[in-house]
């Protein structure tokens, strides 16, 4: 039981600010050097936030869209952010200055997006039109070049007039300009969208109960896992790999459907390392690459709890939330995880000996 001395000392941190449930949080990966990086999380209250990924502090809002936010991103960057709303849009934000760059306008509520690893011109859509659509930014109107990485001013906060499709836009993309992959396949709504460490591949999970890897070469798919239940979350881990951990120095992808948490490891995330059944549904999960353990939230109770990757103990159990937890991630230095609520906070858990953050002692 190598896990519960560490959290159990420790209140979380709670980030409010939002009115309404959390359905998705993200963290960006190092922004200058190993101690910056930056939290997005999308709510129903139609207002993505920005925070700093190791306070917690609000740093901006994104005001623009109309209608709940269901996922939220960051560029690998962090110089944009893309989002996902039932407004039938996707935007994608400047966060040095929080004005919107352009609208992607579907013809139907939009659940997922994506970036791709390792830069932010291209973005993935998807959502209840049940099509996965690549769009091209780079013909849009550039993001504001980041000057030196803005020490922890991110993100100008828009103010609430701004037009959502008006003036406030630089540019309004229709959904027929994106590139449509896989025609028709796609028999439920798309719920997320995750891009591999190989450009070419792309993973989608549907409502349709598959969870599918895409060539983007062949526009075809390659590999398909049917699952029973409904998919929670699919989300790669955000830790810094490294060669010795459960994904063997690349990046595991987890996935939480139905009672049952599947690992996918390799380069386009296509080997089965683990799938670990529990006894209740399971909204979502994140997993510690070298710590060797994975949280979950339950789709129906208001826990988080921790489990040890190898033997699939319970190590520890963490209550604070009054509703379900819709998302969980670890920060990319691993010292810490939030989570996303239907109450409509996010909590922080410290997951290191010693201080951190916010936390300064060992002991409260």
């Known amino acids: ?99 919107v760059v352009c609208t992607l306008q579907h013809n139907h509520i939009v659940r997922a997006i994506a970036f791709p690893p390792e830069q932010g011109h291209l973005l993935a859509t998807g ?66 969208i995750v891009w591999t460490r190989d450009p070419n591949i792309l993973v989608t999970a549907a409502d349709d109960k598959a969870i599918r890897w895409w060539d983007l070469r062949t526009r075809t798919v390659v590999q398909e896992q049917i699952v029973q239940g409904d998919i929670g979350s699919c989300e790669f881990t955000n830790v810094k790999p490294e060669r010795n951990d459960i994904g063997g120095g690349f990046p595991v992808l987890c996935i939480a459907a139905g009672k049952t948490v599947y690992f996918y490891g390799g380069h386009d995330a296509r080997g089965l390392i ?11 999960v994140a997993l510690h690459p070298s710590q060797r353990k994975f949280v979950t939230g339950g789709a129906k109770d208001t826990w988080a709890k921790v489990y040890d990757y ?14 379900p937890i819709w998302s969980i991630s670890f920060s990319p230095d691993g010292k810490l995880y939030a989570t996303g609520s239907e109450d409509g906070t996010i909590k922080m858990w410290k997951n290191c000996q010693g201080p951190y953050g916010l936390w300064k002692a060992d002991r409260e």
């Open 1 to 99: 039981m190598g896990g519960p001395e560490i959290s159990k000392q420790f209140v979380p941190l709670t980030c409010h600010g939002h009115s309404r449930p959390v359905m998705h949080l993200s963290f960006s990966g190092f922004v200058d050097g190993d101690d910056e990086f930056y939290l997005i999380s999308a709510c129903k209250d139609n207002n993505p936030m920005l925070r700093d990924g190791v306070t917690g502090d609000w740093i901006g809002t994104f005001f623009g869209h109309k209608g709940a936010v269901y996922q939220a991103r960051l560029s690998p960057d962090a110089a944009s952010a893309a989002t996902a709303s039932a407004d039938f849009t996707a935007k994608v934000w400047d966060t040095h200055t929080g004005e």
């Open 127 to 192: 959502g209840m039109e049940k099509k996965l659509r690549i769009f091209d930014l780079s013909r849009v109107a550039p993001i504001s070049a980041p000057a030196a990485p803005a020490q922890k001013k991110m993100v100008g906060v828009s103010t609430p007039d701004q037009k959502s499709n008006g003036s406030a836009d630089r540019s309004v993309i229709t959904a027929e300009e994106g590139f449509e992959i896989g025609p028709g396949v796609h028999k439920g709504t798309i719920k997320a």
């Open 274 to 284: 683990k799938s670990v059944t529990l006894p209740y549904e399971v909204a979502s």
């Open 310 to 323: 190898d033997s699939e103990n319970e190590l520890d159990v963490h209550k604070g939330h009054h509703g």
